[in-house]
C-alpha cells in the first residue's frame, strides 16, 4: 500500500532529523501491572493509550499489550519510518507472548491481538480498528479446541477477514456484508448469531473468495505479516477523508499523527456469559449523574459502537451479572474521581470476568458540560477556574436550541427512538451522506434530514450538513450518538419501528412509506419521529445553570461582546443573550419592509437629485422609528449604525429576468400581466397599459446600474461620496432618533460607520457629511448627544494606511467577512465552487470566512489596529464580520488588543465564553488554552 509523501525538501530535513533523533522510545509496553507510560503521555501515546497505561498502573483489569507512539505515525506519513519501530515492535511482542505464555497465531493456545487507532484527541468512529488479528487456518482451529466452542472460533475468524480485508486491503465493507446476508437469507437466519460454526466456516470460504478477487491475493496467513499490515493501516487511516474532515470540523492539528494499540484480545463472544459494552460515568445528553452505557451480550464491541444491533441499557447487566455489574461501576467511579472528569469506557466481560478496554474523558452535550462542570465543583473534583475550561464556548449553542411547536398543527408521531442529541430538527429525507452535501450545495438554505439504518464514519460529510440525524438502530453510544453530540446536532438513534431502505431510497413505518424529499421533525430531547414540517420555537437563554456557569466565567472576560442586529426585534433578542451594544446595524436591512422598499427603488430610479431626495424625504421618518426602537432596546448601551453600504442594483429586479419579461410580454396572457403589474408596482407600473413604456425604462436604469463585479464596485463611502443626499438622510434619522430617546429618558450612545473606505479623503468627506448633520439637528431639537464617526476596516489598503484614516477615524471596526473575501481574492458568493476541493487538497485547513485566517487577514488586523493606535491611541476596534462568534477568532482578538467583538445574537453566548477563557489562559496559565 502507498504512504502518504511530503514534499522532498520536507522528507529530507525529515531524515536529517530522524539521524539526529537516535534512541527514540517508539514503543511503551503495558501489563503485568505496570506500563512504561501514564495518563499525562497523550502527546506520545494518544488518547487511549495513556488511558490504558493509567488503568494499568491503577491495578485495574486491562488486558496487556503495547503502544506504538505517535511519532511514528509522522514518520510513516513522511515516507521515512524507521526501522527501530519494527524491532521494538518486535521486542514488545516476545514481551506480550513471554507474560502470557502464548505466541501471536501459534501453538495449541494461539495469543490473539486487537490493532486500535488513537489520537490525543477523541476522533470516535474516525481512524480503523483490527478485532482478533493472528488467526489463520491453522490457530482458528486450535481456537476452537482451547475453548470448545467451534462457532466462537468461526466466527472471530470471519470477522477478521472482514475487517482486514475492508481495513487493510482496501475492500468495500458491502462486499463481506452481500456475502454474510446471502448466508443469512439461505440458513432461514433472523439474527447473526443464529448462524452455526458450519455456516461461519462456509462464510469464511465466502470471504476468502472475496478477497482474492478484490485485493488479488490470499488473505495473509503469517500473523507477523497480518501485524505489520494492520499497523500501517491504522498509520494510513489517520489521513482517510472522514479522518481529516472531522479534524477540520474540530480544528485539530492534521500534523498530531495517531498510536497504534496492540492489545490482547479478550471475546466477548464466547457465549452466554460474555460480552461487550461501552458507558459513561454519568448521562452525556444531559448530564445527570447516573451509570449510564449499553451492552450485547455474546458480542465483540464493533457490534455495540457500529449500531449493528441495537443495545441492552447496562442496568440490565446487574440482573445478569450482579458481581461483574457492582465491580464494573466501582472500577468506573473511581476513574472519574482520578481523571476529575466525566469518563467514557469500553469493557468486555470473557466467561463472567470482566476487562477494561478503555477510559477517556466522554463527549457531551452543551447541557451535559454545563451541568456537569457545576456538579464537579460541588463534588469538590474541580475548582470553578478549572470549570470555565470544561465546556467548549460553542457547547453554549445547545442551550439555544430550538424546540418543536406543536400547538399550530396535529402531532402524529411516527416513532419514538433514543434521545440521542437534544434539540428540534425539520427537513426534508434524504437517505446517504452524498445527497444531503448535493442538497445543500444546490440550497445553501436546504433543510435535510439524514435517515440511516445505522451511520457510519464514511457519512461525517453528510452529517456536517444535516439539520438532524435519525437511525433506526443503535444505542446512546452508537456513531451517530456520539457524533452528533459533539457537533451539537439533533439526532434520534435506535428507532427500531422505522425500517429503511437505502437501496431504494424508502422509510417505512406505520404502514407508511416516505421517499426522499418527504418532511419528517425530530425532537431529540424526547426521541420522537414526527410526520410532516412542525415549526420550532426559539430557545430562551435563562436556564439557571447557564447563568450559574457563566457568572463563574464573566469576572475574568475584559473584552465586550456586542450583536449584529439591524431591526429593534433582534436587538431586543440580543440583549436576552447578553450583549454590550450592537456592533453592527446594517441599515440596508431596514428597507426591505413592505412599507419601505417602494420609496428606496423610487429613490434608485431617480435620474435626478430632486426626485431622489423626495423619495428619501419619505423614507426618512421610517429609518428613523427603525433607529429609534433600536437605541431604546440598547438603552445605555453603544449602537454602531452603518450607513448603506451594498450596491443599489440589489434593491432592483434582475437584469436576466427583466429582459425576459420583456421579450415575452406581447405574448402573455391577461392574467399574466396582471401578475406583472404586481410584480413591478413599486417601478411606477400602476397598470397593464404602463407595461409596454415602463419595462424597457426599468431595463434601461438596471443596465445603467450594472456591474461585471459589484461587491468591488458603486457601494459603501463610494454611494455616499456619489450621493450625499443619501448619507445626509441617514445621517438626520439617526439623530433625531437619538433626540427623540433621549428627551424620553433612554441612554443612547449611537457610533456612526463608514463602509468600505480605502483612502484617509474618503473618511474625512463621509465624516465630514455625518458632523454637519449631527450639528443640525441638534441645533433644530435643542439637545447635543455625544456620539461618534468611524469606519469598518475591509480593504486591505485600508489597513496598510490605519495610521492616516484615524485622523478622521474614531474607531475602527473590521469587517472580516470582506476583509477575507478580499485579501483572499475569493468571491463570497462563488468560494464553494473551490473551497471543497481546497479544504480536501489540505490547501486550507478550514473555511476562511468560518475561522480567521490568523496569518494572513489576522495579520492585516493587528497591523491596522497597531497603526491606528499611533495615530489615535484611545481608538476603539471590534470586530464584526461572522469571526466574532468564532471561539478562535474571538481568542486572537483578545491577543490582538479589540476592544470588543459582534456577532449574531445566537452567538452571543458563546463569544462571552471564548473571551473569557482567552483571559482566564492568560491570567490562570491554564495550559492549552480552550478546552478540546
Not at 209 to 235: G, I, N, Y
Not at 328 to 344: A, G, S, V
Amino acid at each position: 500500500m502507498a504512504t502518504i509523501t511530503l514534499p522532498e525538501a520536507e522528507v529530507k530535513q525529515t531524515k536529517t532529523q530522524d539521524t539526529k533523533k537516535a534512541g527514540t522510545k517508539y514503543v511503551y509496553f503495558f501489563g503485568g501491572g505496570k506500563a512504561d507510560g501514564d495518563g499525562k503521555m497523550k502527546d506520545v501515546l494518544g488518547g487511549k493509550g495513556a488511558g490504558l497505561a493509567e488503568m494499568t498502573n491503577a491495578g485495574l483489569p486491562v488486558p496487556p499489550g503495547f503502544t506504538i507512539q505517535t511519532e511514528a505515525c509522522r514518520e510513516y506519513m513522511r515516507g521515512s519510518l524507521s526501522k527501530e519501530v519494527d524491532a521494538q515492535m518486535d521486542e514488545a511482542l516476545a514481551r506480550l507472548e513471554a507474560l502470557q505464555g502464548q505466541k501471536l497465531g501459534a501453538g495449541d493456545n494461539p495469543l490473539l491481538v486487537s490493532v486500535r487507532s488513537g489520537a490525543k484527541f477523541s476522533m470516535p468512529g474516525m481512524m480503523d480498528t483490527i478485532l482478533n488479528l493472528g488467526l489463520n487456518d491453522k490457530s482458528v482451529e486450535a481456537l476452537a479446541k482451547r475453548s470448545n466452542n467451534p462457532r466462537f472460533a468461526a466466527d472471530s475468524y470471519r470477522r477478521l477477514i472482514q475487517m482486514f480485508g475492508n481495513v487493510v486491503l482496501d475492500i468495500e465493507k458491502a462486499a463481506f456484508d452481500e456475502v454474510f446476508e446471502a448466508k443469512k437469507k439461505q440458513k432461514k437466519a433472523k439474527m447473526d448469531t443464529d448462524l452455526d460454526a458450519k455456516a461461519l466456516q462456509e462464510v469464511i470460504a465466502e470471504y476468502k473468495k472475496v478477497v482474492k478477487k478484490h485485493a488479488q491475493r490470499d488473505f495473509p496467513q503469517d500473523p507477523h505479516e497480518q501485524l505489520v499490515m494492520a499497523r500501517d493501516a491504522v498509520f494510513r487511516s489517520w489521513q482517510n477523508e472522514r479522518a481529516k474532515h472531522y479534524r477540520r470540523i474540530n480544528n485539530i492539528d492534521d500534523m498530531l499523527g495517531t498510536a497504534v494499540n496492540v492489545q490482547c484480545m479478550v471475546f466477548g463472544n464466547l457465549g452466554e456469559t460474555s460480552g461487550t459494552g461501552v458507558g459513561f460515568t454519568r448521562n452525556p445528553a444531559t448530564g445527570v449523574k447516573e451509570f449510564y452505557g449499553e451492552f450485547l451480550m455474546n458480542a465483540q464491541g464493533e457490534d455495540v459502537v457500529a449500531g449493528i444491533r441495537t443495545p441492552v441499557h447496562i442496568s440490565e447487566l446487574e440482573k445478569i451479572m450482579p458481581e461483574v455489574y457492582n465491580q464494573l461501576h466501582d472500577i468506573t467511579t473511581r476513574l472519574e474521581k482520578h481523571y476529575k472528569d466525566m469518563q467514557d469506557f469500553e469493557f468486555t466481560i470473557q466467561d463472567g470476568k470482566l476487562y477494561m478496554l478503555q477510559t477517556r474523558n466522554g463527549k457531551r452535550t452543551g447541557l451535559a458540560a454545563v451541568r456537569v462542570a457545576l456538579q464537579m465543583v460541588d463534588e469538590g473534583l474541580i475548582t470553578k477556574e478549572e470549570a470555565i475550561f470544561r465546556v467548549d464556548p460553542n457547547q453554549l449553542y445547545d442551550f439555544l436550541v430550538p424546540r418543536l411547536d406543536e400547538k399550530k398543527t396535529k402531532v402524529e408521531v411516527l416513532a419514538t427512538g433514543l434521545p440521542a442529541s437534544p434539540g428540534a430538527a425539520v427537513g426534508q429525507i434524504v437517505f446517504t451522506a452524498d445527497a444531503a452535501v448535493e442538497a445543500v450545495q444546490k440550497d445553501s438554505k436546504a433543510q435535510v434530514i439524514l435517515v440511516r439504518a445505522e451511520t457510519t464514519p464514511e457519512d461525517i460529510h453528510g452529517m456536517e450538513v444535516a439539520k438532524g440525524i435519525l437511525t433506526s438502530r443503535g444505542g446512546m453510544t452508537s456513531h451517530a450518538a456520539v457524533v452528533t453530540r459533539g457537533m451539537g446536532k439533533c439526532c434520534v438513534a435506535g428507532a427500531g419501528d422505522v425500517d429503511v431502505n437505502e437501496k431504494a431510497r424508502t422509510m417505512k413505518v406505520k404502514g407508511q412509506t416516505f421517499k426522499e424529499g418527504d418532511w419528517i421533525s425530530l425532537d431529540g430531547t424526547t426521541g420522537r419521529v414526527i410526520k410532516g414540517k412542525l415549526d420550532t420555537i426559539p430557545p430562551k437563554a435563562d436556564d439557571p445553570e447557564l447563568l450559574q456557569f457563566m457568572s463563574w466565567a464573566e469576572p475574568f472576560r475584559k473584552m465586550k461582546v456586542r450583536a449584529n442586529a439591524d431591526i429593534p426585534r433582534d436587538a431586543v433578542q440580543a440583549r436576552a443573550f447578553g450583549t454590550e451594544g450592537i456592533g453592527l446595524c446594517r441599515t440596508e436591512h431596514m428597507f426591505f419592509g413592505e412599507k419601505k422598499i417602494g420609496h428606496m427603488r423610487a429613490m434608485i430610479l431617480a435620474d435626478n437629485e430632486k426626485d431622489r431626495r423626495a423619495a428619501l424625504k419619505k423614507l426618512l421618518p421610517l429609518q428613523r422609528d427603525d433607529f429609534a426602537g433600536v437605541f431604546k432596546a440598547m438603552d445605555g448601551l453603544p449602537v454602531t449604525i452603518r450607513t448603506l453600504d451594498p450596491p443599489l442594483h440589489e434593491f432592483l429586479p434582475r437584469r436576466e429576468e427583466l429582459m425576459v419579461d420583456i421579450a415575452l410580454l406581447s405574448r402573455y396572457s391577461a392574467k399574466q400581466k396582471k401578475e406583472l403589474v404586481t410584480k413591478y408596482k413599486d417601478y411606477g407600473v400602476k397598470g397593464v397599459g404602463d407595461l409596454k413604456k415602463a419595462l424597457p425604462k426599468l431595463l434601461e436604469r438596471v443596465e445603467q446600474l450594472h456591474e461585471f463585479n459589484p461587491m468591488l464596485g458603486h457601494r459603501g463611502c463610494r454611494l455616499g461620496i456619489t450621493y450625499p443626499e443619501i448619507t445626509e438622510m441617514q445621517a438626520r434619522a439617526i439623530f433625531e432618533a437619538a433626540v427623540d430617546m433621549t428627551k424620553k429618558g433612554v441612554k443612547v450612545l449611537p457610533e456612526v460607520m463608514i463602509p468600505l473606505v480605502a483612502t484617509l479623503k474618503e473618511m474625512k468627506n463621509q465624516g465630514d457629511i455625518v458632523r454637519r448633520v449631527a450639528d443640525e439637528v441638534f441645533k433644530e431639537k435643542g439637545t447635543k448627544i455625544d456620539y461618534m464617526v468611524g469606519t469598518m476596516i475591509e480593504l486591505p489598503r485600508a489597513a496598510l494606511v490605519a495610521d492616516e484614516i484615524a485622523k478622521e477615524a474614531e474607531f475602527f471596526s473590521f469587517g472580516t467577512n470582506d476583509l477575507t473575501q478580499t485579501t483572499f481574492g475569493f468571491s463570497r458568493d462563488d468560494v464553494n465552487k473551490v473551497l471543497p476541493t481546497y479544504l480536501a487538497e489540505g490547501i486550507l485547513k478550514q473555511d476562511p470566512f468560518a475561522a480567521l485566517d490568523q496569518e494572513g487577514v489576522g495579520e492585516l488586523v493587528k497591523m491596522a489596529t497597531e497603526r491606528g493606535r499611533k495615530t489615535r491611541s484611545n481608538l476603539k476596534v471590534g470586530i464584526c464580520g461572522e469571526h466574532g462568534g468564532e471561539p478562535s477568532s474571538v481568542e486572537f482578538c483578545y491577543r490582538t488588543g479589540l476592544n470588543y467583538v459582534s456577532c449574531s445574537p445566537f452567538r452571543v453566548l458563546t463569544a462571552r465564553l471564548a473571551a473569557a477563557q482567552a483571559a482566564a489562559t492568560e491570567t490562570l496559565k491554564v495550559e492549552g488554552g480552550r478546552t478540546k
